[in-house]
């Protein structure tokens, strides 16, 4: 009877010290170590380490055989099926690294394995870790590809503010910018290059198109710079002042008309122009022709003049005139576009006329014989088609005043003025 109690207490304190493990369940992971394993694995996939999808899922625990010993429960157990990746080492107190045995931790995966909740770990020396002496190619897990650094983000990497002070400049290449021309031997290739690989006659015909494409080219142009109704004191009047020129980039001909009158008058003034123009720089042309006059005691001129674009953009004309009476005289005009939107301009423009004699049949003292001023504000429906307002003032001056009275006319007269320009 006495044997029989012996086996019947040993048999119920069996489970006690020999445990099967298979039936020792672990606890699911919890759901703060989940996210903490999360956020490893995207850090770790943000520096490039190949991270498996459903990592930090939770898994059961493989059965263990029992062990007889097992004071604390687990002593004795083999771990060697274990898997570490899902583990919460936060919980581990005091784990000194230095006794540990890595040389039997082949196949461990470390890239789940949430180090930065265990106290006992001292990360202060961590900074100064040594990356290029590790062997990287020895730590990887069975089934991982190499790191490629080049493929890292390091955009997410925290590297810290960076102290411009430490930096380096003396070793930059800061080697200034020329400012001289090109040398010689950049210019130096044979003009006539491709004449090698594709014969002259094939290139002189491309040049040729070329040259009438693009550079030859003729072009013709026309403008209505003003054509203006003028209210003014004794009686209205009017004005036109056109231009255009067909011909290519160097040479062309030019023509020029313009003119005023009172409405239920005779004309005051009118003449038409023809011009050669040849370019003398990138701004400017010589123009060389004749002037006739279509009012008044008529006369011929020849015409000796410039026009093109002065510094600040001044738009200017000026010109001789010598008659066939020995008559020489000159204008000059010049006028700005003052941009004040992309579509409203403001254009102050300037004219005087001069003459080296008196000429009494026509008015004209000697020296300065007129000045005009205006002012005229245009709004560009488009480039081509523009009407405006504005005011413009004449004076006569010197001599030519002295004529002016003599005819019953004001020397200074006020316009107000309401135009269009245009252009095709």
Same mark, same amino acid.
């Given at each position: ?85 899902? &583990? =919460? *080492?936060?919980? /581990?107190? %005091? $784990?000194? #690294?230095?006794? !540990? +045995? @890595? ?17 006992? &770990? =001292? *990360?202060?020396? /961590?900074? %100064? $870790?040594? #990356?290029?002496? !590790? +062997? @990287? ?119 020029k008309s313009e003119g005023e009158g009172a409405f239920g008058e005779k004309l005051e003034s009118a003449e038409i122009q023809g011009l050669w123009s040849h370019a003398i720089g990138p ?142």
């Amino acid at each position: 009877m006495r044997l029989l109690f012996v086996m019947l207490l040993a048999s119920t304190a069996t489970p006690a010290f020999a445990q099967d493990h298979s039936g020792h369940a672990m606890p699911a992971a919890q759901t703060t170590t989940q996210t903490e394993c999360e956020k490893e694995a995207s850090r770790h996939r943000a520096m490039g380490h190949p991270v498996s999808e459903g990592a930090c899922a939770t898994k059961a625990h493989p059965a263990a055989p029992a062990q007889s010993g097992h004071a604390d429960g687990h002593t004795g157990m083999d771990h060697s099926q274990t898997d570490h990746s899902q &583990m =919460d *080492h936060g919980q /581990m107190q %005091s $784990m000194h #690294h230095s006794t !540990m +045995d @890595h040389s039997k931790m082949e196949g461990v995966d470390d890239s789940a394995m949430d180090h930065s909740q265990m106290p006992g &770990m =001292d *990360h202060s020396n /961590m900074g %100064s $870790m040594d #990356h290029a002496a !590790m +062997d @990287h190619e020895g730590t990887q897990s069975s089934g991982q590809a190499p790191m490629d650094h080049q493929a890292m983000d390091h955009g997410a990497m925290d590297q810290g503010p960076m102290d411009p002070g430490a930096m380096d400049h003396g070793t930059m290449d800061m080697a200034p910018i020329p400012q001289a021309p090109p040398p010689a031997a950049a210019g130096s290739g044979p003009p006539r290059a491709a004449d090698a690989i594709w014969g002259a006659e094939a290139m002189r015909a491309s040049r040729d198109a070329l040259r009438a494409e693009n550079g030859g080219m003729k072009v013709f142009w026309f403008q209505g710079d003003r054509a203006e109704y003028r209210a003014r004191e004794d009686s209205d009047a009017y004005l036109w002042d056109v231009q255009g020129y067909y011909g290519g980039d160097l040479d062309k001909f030019w023509f020029k008309s313009e003119g005023e009158g009172a409405f239920g008058e005779k004309l005051e003034s009118a003449e038409i122009q023809g011009l050669w123009s040849h370019a003398i720089g990138p701004w400017w042309d010589l123009q060389a022709g004749v002037r006739q006059d279509l009012t008044g005691p008529e006369r011929t001129h020849a015409v000796l003049g410039v026009q093109g674009l002065a510094p600040y953009m001044f738009e200017v004309d000026a010109a001789a005139f010598l008659s066939t009476k020995g008559d020489l005289t000159a204008r000059v005009e010049a006028e700005l576009d003052q941009r004040i939107t992309q579509r409203l301009i403001l254009q102050p423009r300037a004219e005087v006329y001069l003459a080296a004699q008196d000429i009494p049949e026509l008015g004209v003292g000697a020296g300065l014989d007129s000045v005009e001023l205006g002012l005229r504000l245009r709004y560009e429906f488009a480039r081509e088609f523009a009407p405006y307002v504005g005011v413009e003032q004449e004076w006569k001056v010197g001599q030519s005043a002295d004529y002016a009275r003599l005819a019953g006319e004001d020397p200074s007269v006020t316009n107000y003025v309401v135009g269009v320009r245009f252009w095709f």
